[in-house]
């Protein structure tokens, strides 16, 4: 199905279409028309228009007036102030307009694809191999999972990238132990990808602990795991064999706890640091012979004027170490090269923690300088502030230790189920651990989204879970009010009957619900996740007041009713499908 034309566009062309008309010299001028609590909608555009061409503002405004196309979109058009233009849309036009985006049997409500769509690599949810995901892995990927979900449905080409570590010194010293302990990783009990996940897991916990022990009492050892790293980076069959058995088994770990988060991360999107091993060489070489990249204490380097240390000299970026060992900017910029040259990126969107900001402006500065990033193809980083404790402290356990991510996930689920089951009515204790489930991860990942990225968030899980206020829970109980009385309704089925005349609270909700777009398209553009959920918090707050004054299966007439039910009907697809954008679920039923 086609797009549908938003009402805002639509009293933008007409608002545009007069002002050309009343003041042909000016060509084409915008009508800067915004949302008002004035009117439906307010044009202040004609101030500065009038400024520009030495007009009264208050004469431009009238007879802009006298010129717009009004009766099937615009009821009415007010000039106020120094040369403002509110406007009222009709009821009519609000009702068709819905009508229009529930047709849509797409599921996209009639919003538009973007023009000119590019390609995007998102480089997002980088866990560790052999090392447990704490509360710092929670960011990158809720995030990021959001804004990949925002992107393709604008109709972006989006390529995941998950930068695993996978790479480096540590693999010599678990590799040689294992080589040395050939049992050590021996398990499966079988059971499900949960709880083979943490198994997983904790084999290699178990296995780390063990090998770092001997690494720092057994000279001898240390030695031989340093051997094993100069084979493991040569290729050694061998010890590549070995060193996979690790991935393999932290994959497994990985796929149990993005399984909990409600998260697809497939296999082939996961290109780690090992990835970009083959191109290491050349990046080097190539830096250093266009210069971009020197020679500083038998090190390659890349100096930058505006990065000092306290002492006031030059902080470089380290390319190469003087050891001939490759350092992580080594590794960025390979991925560089491959996502621009060979997947042929326009954009490389890296969802980081905002502490390694200057690492990521001296990378992408060197890839500028290189040639490699340029006004056709750029980089952004996504930077995310720290997750919070309720005292404002980076998040921690009771002894002080970094919060396991399984730990907060199940936590979240078990107060989630607590509420579920306090509310539930006819649910089974099946279903009230699986609505358990989708709303405390759902609770976990909307408190992330709604906080700008670059700011700190306080996690509380008592807030996260409540009913009432900026949460999750509240919008899904929105929805399943409404799927209630859809079931509630009997032989009443939602229908549209544009010749109604419209209460104020269906009006606003109806405003609101045509708004969606608008937001997805900007929430895409400015990777803001928290734009998303701003607009749907305003769309269950719109919708309660529209369920408090407008009486759906009791009102006055047949076509009411179906015109509310109606109402209800797009609001609910509405929010099923912003918080899918989100990455959250909307149960039927709570």
Not at 204 to 219: I, N, P, Q, V
Not at 350 to 355: F, G, K, L, Q, S
Not at 405 to 428: G, N, W, Y
Not at 540 to 569: G, H, M
Request: proline share 3%; net charge negative.
């Amino acid at each position: 199905m086609a797009s549908v034309t938003s009402l805002s566009d639509s009293v933008h062309q007409r608002l545009a279409a007069a002002l050309s008309a009343a003041l042909p010299q000016a060509g084409s001028a915008d009508p800067l028309l915004r949302r008002s609590d004035r009117a439906d909608f307010q044009a202040n555009g004609i101030l500065a228009l009038a400024k520009k061409e030495k007009a009264n503002p208050r004469e431009l405004a009238a007879q802009v007036v006298s010129r717009v196309e009004s009766g099937d979109v615009i009821k009415d058009v007010e000039v106020s102030g120094p040369g403002f233009l509110n406007i009222t849309i009709t009821d009519r036009a609000i009702t068709e307009n819905l009508a229009a985006r529930y047709a849509d049997d797409t599921g996209r409500l009639g919003v538009p694809r973007a023009e000119h769509p590019g390609t995007t690599v998102i480089d997002y949810a980088q866990p560790n191999v052999a090392k447990e995901m704490h509360v710092g892995h929670l960011r990158s990927a809720v995030i990021g999972d959001s804004v990949v979900q925002l992107l393709e449905f604008t109709g972006e080409s989006v390529v995941r990238r998950h930068h695993i570590g996978d790479w480096g010194t540590q693999f010599g010293m678990l590799i040689q132990y294992l080589e040395e302990h050939p049992h050590e990783l021996d398990h499966r009990d079988g059971g499900d990808l949960q709880a083979s996940g943490e198994q997983a897991m904790s084999n290699l916990d178990r296995l780390y602990k063990a090998a770092r022990g001997h690494f720092d009492s057994d000279e001898e050892f240390k030695t031989r795991a340093r051997r094993r790293v100069v084979d493991l980076q040569a290729g050694d069959p061998h010890t590549l064999a070995m060193w996979q058995k690790f991935v393999d088994e932290s994959k497994i770990y990985f796929f149990s706890v993005f399984e909990k988060l409600d998260m697809e991360i497939r296999d082939a999107d996961i290109v780690g640091e090992s990835g970009y091993n083959d191109m290491l060489d050349e990046t080097c070489r190539l830096l250093e012979e266009s210069g971009v990249a020197v020679r500083s204490e038998g090190a390659l380097c890349v100096f930058f004027d505006d990065v000092k240390g306290p002492d006031g000299n030059p902080v470089p970026l380290i390319v190469k170490k003087s050891d001939g060992g490759y350092g992580y900017a080594a590794t960025d910029l390979s991925a560089i090269r491959d996502r621009v040259f060979n997947i042929k990126a326009n954009t490389l969107l890296y969802v980081v923690d905002a502490r390694q900001s200057l690492h990521f402006k001296m990378v992408f500065e060197t890839a500028r300088r290189a040639g490699w990033l340029n006004e056709d193809v750029h980089a952004v980083q996504l930077a995310f502030g720290t997750v919070l404790g309720k005292d404002g402290k980076p998040f921690k356990t009771r002894e002080g230790e970094t919060v396991r991510l399984v730990d907060l996930l199940d936590e979240a689920i078990d107060r989630a189920s607590a509420v579920v089951r306090e509310k539930a009515q006819d649910l089974s204790e099946e279903e009230i651990a699986e609505r358990g489930t989708q709303v405390g991860i759902g609770a976990v990942k909307y408190a992330d989204l709604s906080t700008s990225a670059n700011r700190d968030y306080k996690f509380d899980l008592d807030q996260m879970v409540s009913l009432n206020g900026d949460t999750s829970v509240y919008l899904q109980y929105a929805y399943a009010r409404i799927q209630s009385i859809l079931r509630k309704a009997g032989e009443s089925r939602p229908a549209a009957h544009p010749e109604l005349e419209l209460h104020e609270a269906e009006r606003a909700l109806g405003m609101h619900v045509d708004s969606f777009g608008a937001t997805v398209a900007e929430a895409a553009k400015e990777y803001a996740p928290h734009k998303m959920t701003a607009y749907l918090y305003q769309l269950a707050s719109l919708y309660t007041t529209f369920y408090d004054k407008c009486p759906v299966l009791k009102a006055e007439s047949p076509e009411q009713i179906e015109n509310r039910l109606f109402l209800c009907d797009v609001t609910a697809r509405t929010l099923h499908q912003g918080m899918a954008l989100l990455g959250i679920r909307t149960p039927e039923r709570l």
